[in-house]
């Protein structure tokens, strides 16, 4: 089963940027869809953003326009670019792979542990 481990999270200010990536162990990398979710204190885990195995993209509404996904099969490694980060950012940052471009978190069976993202007003 593949294992994922994400990074680049941290502290930034309203309206800096943050690149989150997530490596993966295998090559059957170039397989699997991949997403982003976010969790914040106290609230369910949300979708963010998934990419499909040929680059096919879903954003959601609240982060359209700011956060890119991309992915990098050749590296076996996916990535998050996030413009114009506000407050209500903040959340524990996830990856997670699986077989279909959803934003349902329980279509997605592997999940790495997760990167703080801070956002300060």
């Known amino acids: 089963q593949v294992q994922l481990v994400e990074s680049g999270g941290g502290l930034a200010q309203a309206g800096g940027s943050l690149r989150l990536s997530c490596a993966a162990s295998?090559?059957?990398?170039?397989?699997?869809?991949m997403g982003w979710f976010r969790q914040a204190p106290g609230k369910e885990r949300e979708f963010v953003a998934a990419?499909?195995?040929?680059?096919?993209?879903l954003h959601a509404d609240s982060v359209k326009g700011r956060f890119t996904i991309s992915r990098n099969n050749a590296e076996n490694t996916m990535y998050l670019q996030m413009n114009s980060l506000q407050p209500e950012d903040t959340a524990v940052y996830y990856c997670?792979?699986?077989?279909?471009?959803?934003?349902?978190?329980?279509?997605?069976?592997?999940w790495g542990q997760g990167t703080q993202v801070t956002v300060s007003s």
């Open positions: 990419i499909s195995r040929s680059g096919g993209i």
């Open positions: 997670a792979a699986g077989p279909l471009i959803v934003r349902m978190s329980k279509y997605y069976d592997t």
């Open positions: 295998e090559r059957t990398f170039s397989r699997y869809v």
